[in-house]
């Protein structure tokens, strides 16, 4: 109720400066974020989860897209959250597309952004991980999605996730291919069978290769993929990925459409929050149906995710794992406790 006062305030402001202004005023409060960990967190050890070796201390985690560069890594952990998936990161930095690319639809309860993947790159993220990791608790799961930069062409779209891998497998828990993002040009063609077999392939081929040359752990390789898609689409990619081993899907990123929005508004880019629901609650339950019986492949839900109930129908349609993003912005920091208790 605190927040929800608070938002108000908030809100007067452009989405893109009150979000900078929170990351860049809260890593000075750090020493402080153990304290906080009483009023957040919510431990139920029966809502744990264990894929592939790797285990979540409950269900519920941040989404790729909030937390770019993984400057609140610390943070997420005190509140209660089990994962936190930063990113999308690319290789090389980049700004991204330019400002306003970020808008609140209030009577929706959504956003529209068109960020375009701006981030400090590989290594910078890497090191922030690697440091994070001294502070939060053994844990904590920090996964990291990734993508190309914008001026890579789709053709070589391999090279770019194959430089993240290199460079961040030591860092990260798990990672997530995005090639679902609506914000660079052309990214999800990547999820066409013209392209996604080969990028598939290539990419667990080079996580085999960096597991034997480094003598480390197998660690889960994720999909993430639009709302946007026919049931063939789904199946298609499913059988793929399945096929060449991946771990898991994510269901979904951000829509493209603006069907039945309450806001008048003319913006492009992906659209999240409640609008988004229903669509991607459909993708997962059609890709639960695909995966019925198979416990070794995962499918977490993403999505309009702003209460308990949401929550519920996400585990309902099939999902293993939940994330959230625009339901943190528009319910604030205590979400977690509030959907898991």
Not at 115 to 144: P, S, W
Not at 176 to 200: H, V
Request: charged residues 25%.
């Amino acid at each position: 109720m605190l927040y929800k006062f608070f938002r108000i305030f908030l809100f007067r402001f452009r989405p893109e400066f009150i979000h900078n202004l929170i990351f860049g005023v809260l890593p000075f409060f750090k020493f402080l974020f153990p304290l906080l960990r009483p009023f957040y967190s919510f431990n139920d050890l029966t809502n744990d989860f264990t894929v592939n070796g790797l285990r979540f201390r409950n269900r519920l985690g941040i989404a790729a897209g909030l937390d770019k560069n993984g400057e609140l890594i610390e943070f997420w952990d005190t509140a209660g959250f089990s994962h936190i998936e930063v990113g999308t990161v690319t290789p090389l930095p980049q700004p991204g597309n330019p400002k306003p690319r970020l808008f609140r639809l209030v009577k929706d309860k959504g956003i529209i952004n068109r960020m375009g993947f701006n981030n400090k790159g590989a290594e910078h993220i890497k090191k922030k991980i690697l440091k994070a990791k001294k502070r939060t608790r053994k844990d904590f799961v920090i996964g990291v999605n990734i993508g190309k930069n914008k001026q890579t062409l789709l053709e070589n779209a391999f090279e770019d996730y194959a430089k993240c891998l290199d460079t961040l497998y030591e860092a990260g828990d798990y990672f997530t291919i995005n090639i679902s993002s609506p914000n660079t040009e052309g990214l999800r063609e990547l999820q066409g069978r013209k392209f996604l077999k080969d990028l598939l392939f290539e990419i667990i081929m080079k996580r085999n290769e960096i597991m034997k040359a480094r003598n480390l752990p197998e660690k889960n390789i994720f999909l993430k993929i639009a709302p946007d898609l026919t049931d063939e689409e789904i199946k298609s990619i499913y059988e793929d990925s399945v096929y060449y081993g991946l771990n898991g899907i994510i269901a979904t990123n951000t829509t493209i459409t603006r069907d039945g929005l309450k806001t008048s508004i003319e913006q492009e880019g992906g659209l999240s929050g409640k609008p988004l629901k229903a669509m991607s609650d459909a993708v997962l339950k059609k890709l639960s149906e695909l995966n019925r019986g198979k416990k070794d492949f995962i499918l977490i839900g993403a999505g309009g995710v702003f209460s308990a109930s949401d929550y519920k129908d996400k585990m309902l349609y099939g999902a293993d794992l939940v994330q959230i993003y625009t339901g943190l912005i528009y319910e604030g920091f205590g979400i977690a406790k509030k959907i898991l208790k």
